[in-house]
């Protein structure tokens, strides 16, 4: 029987050093992952048989993948409704200023006229008299300016597709697992993938 190196093997002889400089996404669990590197890749021979060297080279590997296993995440985690096909939302901007223009004219005259009799006459005589004459005029403009924002959301299906084959479709989706892929890209670059 032939003896290989795996990466099963120099993982157990470094005591799990050779992924300390593994660097991954937020919310990825970087156990999980080795767990799955190690399931995967454990019986297949390593291309670099040096720790130290693999070491680097797995920490260079992963700044190489990061932005392709960040977008496998938010793809993966991303929240949607299986069964609608569409999902808009449309955003409306409604602005503009009312201008308004008015004036206003009263006149109002009138006249007090205070009379007096002198005892036993009984006749009366003005004894004093007030004219008033009083005009008002006002005139104004004002200007609103408004501002409406309106917001539309339309969802469901579309009837392009029917929601057996996008529950179908979301069926084989899950199927497949990140951490499985990840670990398929790691099997690639790093092992002789070589079945006994």
């Known amino acids: 029987m032939l003896s290989k190196l795996t990466i099963a093997g120099l993982n157990e002889f470094t005591e799990g050093h050779i992924?300390?400089?593994?660097?991954?996404?937020e919310g990825i669990d970087k156990d999980t992952l080795i767990t799955e590197i190690i399931r995967q890749c454990?019986?297949?021979s390593v291309i670099y048989t040096e720790p130290n060297f693999l070491s680097k080279m797995i920490k260079k590997w992963s700044e190489k993948w990061?932005?392709?296993?960040?977008?496998?995440?938010?793809?993966y985690n991303f929240e949607y409704n299986a069964l609608y096909n569409l999902e808009v939302e449309a955003t409306y901007t409604d602005t503009g200023t009312d201008h308004t223009t008015g004036s206003t004219n009263s006149s109002n005259t009138g006249s007090v006229t205070n009379q007096k009799a002198a005892y036993p006459n009984e006749n009366f005589n003005n004894a004093t008299r007030d004219v008033n004459d009083v005009h008002t005029s006002s005139s104004g403009t004002s200007d609103v300016d408004h501002h409406n924002?309106?917001?539309e959301k339309r969802f469901g299906?579309?009837?392009?597709?029917?929601s057996q084959e996008m529950l179908d479709a979301e069926y084989n989706v899950w199927q497949r697992n990140v951490y499985q892929m990840m670990a398929?890209?790691?099997?690639t670059e790093f092992c002789i993938v070589i079945y006994d």
């Open 184 to 187: 398929e890209v790691f099997a």
């Open 149 to 151: 924002i309106h917001t």
């Open 19 to 25: 992924f300390d400089g593994l660097k991954l996404p």
């Open 42 to 44: 454990s019986e297949f």
């Open 66 to 75: 990061y932005h392709n296993f960040d977008r496998w995440w938010k793809a």
């Open 157 to 162: 299906n579309q009837g392009v597709t029917m």
